[in-house]
């Protein structure tokens, strides 16, 4: 197919190789994504944890990331920003299968990714537990007097409603951190809807009580989110401190594979998101403004297709951590607690 000029698509700044890679990490993303859901229904993985309607977001929100210089705190839901910034297929497959060359030795909830090399913070389970932990990691890079990074810091809108969210706001507004604070709002938190969650529903607008610009953006275009969250890092690695950012999008799945999400909510509300659904919308458009052909994307599908195989494979055939290794990283040198 004849590629067509690319001159209609507001780029904000991005080429078309980084156009294509964000469209690449959001099928791969999508395909992770089912193949977890799957593992799990074959009985090969406990859990696993769906991010479909966070594709555009996510993979929007990694193009804005400086590899080697910035620090990702995430959440559970961050797939495609954890392989946005670096992290592989086979290291997700890893942590799914809880095999012992994963990060964290096979010990991590599935879906919890951390890596040293990718500037991925290690988080837990507990809500808002991980966001202390990211702006102490800004106010270290404040604090020798580093230029130039930031710590790009992730969770859901329902998440907002612990203390530790409210206080980490305020700490790194008062001492000017290098921080943005990124709300995924996919409108759910589990079954408690966002109308539930807050009083006031708009979480960018809680920013000017911190005193810190605030802004809330179309999560399903990964360009908008670029630019967006690019301007964001920009301004905390330039000293002007943090930022309060909040990206709409949808839960297309269940909250993970010990959900029923028919319980809460309907069919006809999922259908209704789906319309907008982040993936085929931006394969339309780069088709229709000639970033990529219908073969590109044909060619790609597979690739991404062949890549998953490849690492559920590899990952599956690695062994689980030895009984005998139960307590290594836990307790301080060969101490056993029995002893
Ligand atoms: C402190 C704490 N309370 C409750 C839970 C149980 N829990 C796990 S995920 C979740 C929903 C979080 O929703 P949100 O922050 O909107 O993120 P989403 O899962 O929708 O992406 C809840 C209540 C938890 N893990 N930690």
Known sequence: MAVKTSAALDKR????????QIFRNMLLQRQLDNRGFQL????????????????????GAAMAFERGKDI???????????L????????????????????????????????????????????AAHIPHAVGAA???KYRQETGRAVLCTCGEGTTSEGEWHESLNFAAVHKLPIVFLVENNLWAISTPVEKQMAQPEVWRRAAGYGIP????????PIETYATVKEALDRARSGGGPTLLEGMCYRFLAHSTDDNDMTYRTKDEVA???????VPRFEARLVEAGVLSDADVAAMRKDVLHETNDATDRAEAMPFAPAEELYTHVYEGAWQPWQ
Not at 272 to 278: A, Q
């Open 13 to 20: 700044g991005l080429n078309d190789e980084q156009l294509r």
């Open 40 to 59: 799990n229904r074959q009985g090969k993985v406990p859990f696993a944890l769906g991010s479909e309607g966070h594709e555009a977001l996510q993979a």
């Open 72 to 82: 990702l705190a995430p959440y559970y839901r961050d797939l495609g920003l954890c």
């Open 84 to 127: 946005g910034v670096g992290l592989t297929p086979y290291e997700i497959m890893l942590s799914l299968f809880a095999r012992a060359a994963d990060h964290n030795g096979g010990r991590q909830f599935p879906n919890h990714y951390s890596s040293k090399a990718a500037g991925i913070l290690s988080f837990s389970s507990i809500l």
């Open 139 to 141: 106010y270290a890079i």
């Open 214 to 221: 605030g802004k809330r953006f179309e999560g399903f275009d």
């Open 272 to 278: 209704e998101h789906r319309k907008s659904d982040p």
